[in-house]
Structure formats: structure tokens, C-alpha cells
């Protein structure tokens, strides 16, 4: 009698353990426990009130330098001094976990590098938004994919590539019979195997660089983006295979554009 309720209270201590573990954030990185936040319009947890639902997301509310954004042509500098998306990325081990708000795979041990202007910022994890957070002349496309970046000092960088609805994406093809899997999966983490970044498609040597912040809460802010100005194309199937993984009763998990404020945005293109 007493031996089994001890093992009870034992029991309850590993769970209560385990729960508050897979609640904590990551020190710079994204909330992960899936009902702090949503995004529908209006509600108490949508968007317009992350900032007030816990003091260290603060800056979802007041910061001035918030992601994603309109890229519209007028405020766009052409520029030629940036620099190619140096990717000096590696096939490393990589693991799929449904957020609740969205897919990650996440890299167990990073998977290379990008340079940008003279740092290293590792790859740790890529995860999909759909609709696409960033619009080009108020258009937004039916899928984004933020590639997460973070250098030793903590600084981070996010690589973006926009996808219309067309042609299959390979990439995102190679993860179906995976992002199936998620989809019934109770724990909601299925190993993918040894994955190459370098088959991310980005077909285009041009992008947009603006400073910005995290797209979901803490929304940290200065962090480097490079927005690829070509847009790639996905199929309606394999954006659907995105959302139906995801744990949520939304269609979207888009933030709304945030206001410019001075910011500049730069378009990289190479001289010819
Ligand atoms: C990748 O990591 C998972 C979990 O950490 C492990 O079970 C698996 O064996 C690893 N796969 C390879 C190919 O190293
Ligand atoms: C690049 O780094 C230099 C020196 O650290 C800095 O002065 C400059 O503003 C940076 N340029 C960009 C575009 O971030
Ligand atoms: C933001 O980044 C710039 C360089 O990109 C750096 O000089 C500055 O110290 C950073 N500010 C904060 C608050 O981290």
C-alpha cells in the first residue's frame, strides 16, 4: 500500500518533470509549448496581444523592429556589397517534431554554417508558416520556410524561401512519408534520418536583407534576414501535408505584417 503510492508520487514527479521540460523555451530560440500562443484575429491569444501575455515576450507588442514585413518595391536599396548566401551546409541527423503551432526539423548537432558579413551562423532548424509571413507588394504565397541560424555570440539569422502553388518542391517531398507519420503520431517526433540542407532549392542568387525579429514569441529582435527574392513552387498537397501535421484548429500560422518604421531593406544583386 505505502510502496505503491510511493511509486505513484514518484511517477508523477517524472511526468511533471518531463512536461515542464518540453514547456521550457529555448534560451534564444522559439516558445515551444503549443497552446501559450495562437494566431487567430481578435482572440486573447492572438497576435495583436502576444506582447501582454507574458513579460518576456514584451517585445511582440512594443518592439520596432518586428518580422515579418511587406517588401515593397519603393523602400527597396539595390545593392551589390552583400554578398552571395555563402551556405556551407552538411547532411547531418535531423529530427521532425510537431509544435502544436508548427512543423520543425530540428538538427541535432547543427548542419554547417552561413556566413554574413564576416560571422558564422549555424544551422539548427527549418519549420514552415502558411500562408507565407513576409508579402512582396502586398502578395503573400501559400508557403514560407524560415531556415534558423544562430552564431556562437547568440545572434541570429533567418534564411527565407517564398513557394506559389505549382510544382512539387523535392525537398519537401523527400519529408512526405515522414510528415505522415507526424500526422497520427501522439508524441508528435519522428527521427528523419541523415538530411542534406544543401537540397533546399533556393535558385536564385538575390534576396532581400533587412534586420528583424523572431516571427512567434519571444519575438527577440535583431536578426538578420535574407528573404529570396525568387519564388519557388510547392504543390496544394504538400502544403496541406504541412498544416494537417500541425496539432492546431487554425489554417494558418501566419503572423500579420508588422509595421516598417526607418528600417531599410536591401535587394542584393550581383554585378553581371
Ligand atoms: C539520429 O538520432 C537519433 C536520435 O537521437 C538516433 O536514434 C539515430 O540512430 C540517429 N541516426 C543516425 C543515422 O545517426
Ligand atoms: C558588417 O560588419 C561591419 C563590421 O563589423 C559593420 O560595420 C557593418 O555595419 C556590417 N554590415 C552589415 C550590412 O551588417
Ligand atoms: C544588433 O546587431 C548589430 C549588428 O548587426 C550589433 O552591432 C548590435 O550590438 C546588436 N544589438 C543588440 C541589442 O544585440
Redesign the pocket.
Known sequence: MVNSSIRCIFFLLIISTVVSLSNAATSHGEVEDEHEFNYKKNDEKGPERWGKLKPEWEMCGKGEIQSPIDLMNERVNIVSH?GRLNRNYKPSNATLKNRGHDIMLRFENGAGSIK????QYELQQLHWHSPSEHSVNGRRFALELHMVHEAKNGRMAVVTVLYKIGRADTFLGSLEKELEGIAVLEEAEKNAGIIDPKKIKIGSRKYY?Y?GSLTTPPCTQNV?WSVVRKVRTVTRKQVRLLRVAVHDDQDTNARPVQPINKRMV?LYRPRV
Open positions: 552583400l554574413i558579413n564576416g560571422s536583407r534586420i538578420t536591401k
